[in-house]
């Protein structure tokens, strides 16, 4: 099982950059793949779910609308579209085999039997 985030860069306050999320050697079909992000000193924290059991989409209450999730099953892969980003988003992206996030509506969790996590790509928000 491997799973492998990229795109991540600099960009100015306001900019875009859209993160990818590769996989391999597992079925994606049948999974839930969680985006977290890692700054130093603290706990991953949830900032979006895909389950594609049910192609239900969620997003950490933090997002305002500002991202977006998606997937291409051709290219077995999970994308993170990010608008609008603040200084407060700079950390380390990385993605997983499950989803656990606090949403508008409350804790969300997805666990199916998978709990992998790839390296992650950083993400720094400056100007």
């Known amino acids: 099982v491997q799973l492998q985030a990229s795109g991540g860069g600099l960009v100015e306050p306001g900019g875009s950059l859209r993160l990818s999320c590769t996989t391999s050697g597992f079925d994606l079909d049948g999974r839930a793949i969680g985006w977290f992000r890692q700054t130093p000193g603290q706990e991953d924290e949830g900032v979006s779910c895909?389950?594609?059991?049910?192609?239900?989409?969620r997003y950490a209450d933090f997002v305002e609308g500002r991202f977006a999730i998606s997937k291409d099953n051709s290219k077995d892969t999970v994308y993170l579209q990010m608008n609008s980003l603040k200084p407060e988003d700079t950390a380390v992206y990385f993605c997983?085999?499950?989803?656990?996030?606090?949403?508008?509506?409350?804790?969300?969790?997805?666990?199916?039997?998978?709990?992998?996590r790839g390296k992650g790509t950083l993400v720094t928000v400056s100007s």
């Open positions: 997983a085999t499950r989803c656990g996030l606090m949403t508008s509506n409350g804790w969300y969790n997805r666990y199916y039997g998978m709990n992998d």
């Open positions: 895909i389950d594609i059991r049910d192609g239900s989409l």
